[in-house]
T-cell receptor, first 116, second 112 residues
């Protein structure tokens, strides 16, 4: 069964450093997403991406965040200057092109980001 | 603000019993409601969804009920098994956008 994969599984970084979280969505999916989950809290939407551009983003997704699809398979989330409060589990998800019909989002296993 | 949430943060169930997990929502514009299961160290896993023009949908051992009058969503798990131990999230979505808005989660623990 196809699945979303993410690397690394755990990233430790110093405050102020840049991190790039990587995701490989399911190959025939066209919509990509990033969510985060602070420990013990609910999953929060960050950004959705379609046709090489951001389709929607939340208030959390400020200028420190960016997303990119550098090639035909990878989808990345970059945090330019990490803060302590960026420590969380980051989930990538993907879905088929539904064109107005809800499509199931498949989630990856997540990357745990720890900012020291 | 509008949000999706769950009534209880924890639920302890005897193996073999039925589980009922509840969720209240406030966004009447939502078109779809989804239940996700999250096991420790893993990402959310889709269980079942229901559209706003339905009030009940059944899957394998699971049933989702939607009461739009009181804006209430529930997940029923029949004959709960140890593998059902996880955190369960309800989420809402609208057909005009694709983001999911998650509730706070209910931790289900199955007692042997």
């Amino acid at each position: 069964e196809p699945e979303v994969t993410q690397t690394p599984s755990h990233q430790v970084t110093q405050m102020g450093q840049e991190v790039i979280l990587r995701c490989v969505p399911i190959s025939n999916h066209l919509y990509f997403y990033w969510y985060r989950q602070i420990l013990g809290q609910k999953v929060e939407f960050l950004v959705s991406f379609y046709n090489n551009e951001i389709s929607e983003k939340s208030e959390i997704f400020d200028d420190q965040f960016s997303v990119e699809r550098p090639d035909g398979s990878n989808f990345t989330l970059k945090i330019r200057s990490t803060k302590l409060e960026d420590s969380a589990m980051y989930f990538c998800a993907s879905s088929e092109d539904g064109r107005g019909v809800y499509n199931e989002q498949f989630f990856g296993p997540g990357t745990r980001l720890t900012v020291l | 603000g509008e949000s999706v949430g769950l009534h209880l943060p924890t639920l302890s169930v005897q193996e073999g019993d039925n589980s009922i997990i509840n969720c209240a929502y406030s966004n009447s514009a939502s078109d779809y409601f989804i239940w996700y299961k999250q096991e420790s160290g893993k990402g959310p896993q889709f269980i079942i969804d229901i559209r706003s023009n339905m009030d009940k949908r059944q899957g394998q051992r699971v049933t989702v009920l939607l009461n739009k009058t009181v804006k209430h969503l529930s997940l029923q798990i029949a004959a709960t098994q140890p593998g059902d131990s996880a955190v369960y999230f309800c989420a809402e979505a609208r057909s005009n956008d694709y983001k999911l808005s998650f509730g706070a989660g209910t931790t289900v623990t199955v007692r042997a």
